[in-house]
T-cell receptor, first 116, second 119 residues
Framework: EAGVAQSPRYKIIEKRQSVAFWCNPI?????LYWYQQILGQGPKLLIQ????????DSQLPKDRFSAERLKGVDSTLKIQPAKLEDSAVYLC??????????????FGPGTRLTVL | AQTVTQSQPEMSVQEAETVTLSCTYD???????LFWYKQPPSRQMILVIR??????QNATENRFSVNFQKAAKSFSLKISDSQLGDAAMYFC????????????????FGKGTTLSVSS
């Protein structure tokens, strides 16, 4: 079974530029998460999708970050304009969904973003 | 709000020895999950072990075991017979077991402990 795919693996941009990250979850997984991991810290949830609907985006800086999951499969996360403090690893994770049950999250390899 | 604290930024262990990584958490909930994840330099997060709060028995996965102290809100990871491949960043994480409308399944992570293993 293929894992969670992310691209690109690395991205370097200047501040105020825009950038987009792509995630392809495990086939059949209804739930998709984007986490931000700043150097020296643990991952922090940015946004959670259930199929193509947003479940939780309370920690997403909506003035510059946006995300979508069209057709409930692939997802893109965009930053526009980027700031220096956006330098981080962006992790995508997915899980199946069974109400009332535990569903393991599987993580992708992440995208390391450097903002200069 | 729930928080997870890992007070050891770095730990080191000799090959074949045992090491314990510490984690404390704060929650007002009674039903939740706790996890240890491993993140090698490749950045891929790998689930090491999971503990359900309602279970008194400590979880074990091969060389990895936990000491879950619910009253103390403590959740430590013991790695026995350490191997060079165990070198990585280890994260303790929390997740509520009470999920409403799919919200609440996101993980809350600590800051991590970097484990180095020497031969």
């Amino acid at each position: 079974e293929a894992g969670v795919a992310q691209s690109p693996r690395y991205k370097i941009i200047e501040k105020r530029q825009s950038v987009a990250f792509w995630c392809n979850p495990i086939s059949g997984h209804a739930t998709l998460y984007w986490y931000q991991q700043i150097l020296g810290q643990g991952p922090k949830l940015l946004i959670q999708f259930q199929n193509n609907g947003v479940v939780d985006d309370s920690q997403l800086p909506k003035d510059r970050f946006s995300a979508e999951r069209l057709k409930g499969v692939d997802s893109t996360l965009k930053i526009q304009p980027a700031k220096l403090e956006d330098s981080a690893v962006y992790l995508c994770a997915s899980s199946s969904w069974t109400s009332g049950s535990y569903n393991e999250q599987f993580f992708g390899p992440g995208t390391r973003l450097t903002v200069l | 709000a729930q928080t997870v604290t890992q007070s050891q930024p770095e730990m080191s262990v000799q090959e074949a020895e045992t090491v314990t990584l510490s984690c404390t958490y704060d929650t007002s909930e009674s039903d939740y999950y706790l996890f240890w994840y491993k993140q090698p330099p490749s950045r891929q997060m790998i689930l090491v072990i999971r503990q359900e709060a309602y279970k008194q028995q400590n979880a074990t996965e091969n060389r990895f075991s936990v000491n879950f102290q619910k009253a103390a809100k403590s959740f430590s990871l013991k790695i026995s017979d350490s191997q060079l491949g165990d070198a990585a960043m280890y994260f303790c994480a929390y997740r509520t077991a009470r999920v409403q409308n799919q919200a609440g399944t996101a993980l809350i992570f600590g800051k991590g402990t970097t484990l180095s293993v020497s031969s």
